[in-house]
Nanobody, 123 residues
Framework: QVQPVESGGGSVQAGGSLRLSCRVS???????MAWFRQVDGKEREGVAT????????VYADSVKDRFTISRDNTDNQLYLQMRNLKPEDTAMYYC?????????????????WGQGTQVTVSS
């Protein structure tokens, strides 16, 4: 599988929006695609997951109703639309794909990771 490549991070004021993109592999073995985030000194946190075969999505409570995960099969892209951003959303955001089902918010459920893109939200 090709390593995911994220883009779209940046700096924004609270209340603003950003859309993250991630180029993912076209492999039929992928059963889940996710966005995680991590702040220095803290554990990597699951933000949202989409299951390509069903289209089902799951979100962390902290981002529900503000973030939307989606995918575009035509160009192998995974997206994270982020609205009403808050300073606590500041983190490095990672795209990941998994070839075996597992607990969606656990990083061990994914076996292919991107390098990350920084999102900074100022108050």
């Amino acid at each position: 599988q090709v390593q995911p490549v994220e883009s779209g991070g940046g700096s924004v004021q609270a209340g603003g929006s950003l859309r993250l993109s991630c180029r993912v592999s076209a492999s039929d073995n992928i059963v889940s695609m996710a966005w995680f985030r991590q702040v220095d000194g803290k554990e990597r946190e699951g933000v949202a997951t989409i299951f390509p075969r069903s289209g089902n999505t799951v979100y962390a409570d902290s981002v529900k109703d503000r973030f939307t995960i989606s995918r575009d099969n035509t160009d192998n892209q995974l997206y994270l639309q982020m609205r009403n951003l808050k300073p606590e959303d500041t983190a490095m955001y990672y795209c990941a794909t998994g070839s075996m089902y597992g607990t969606w918010y656990r990083k061990e459920s994914y076996n292919n990771w991107g390098q990350g893109t920084q999102v900074t939200v100022s108050s």
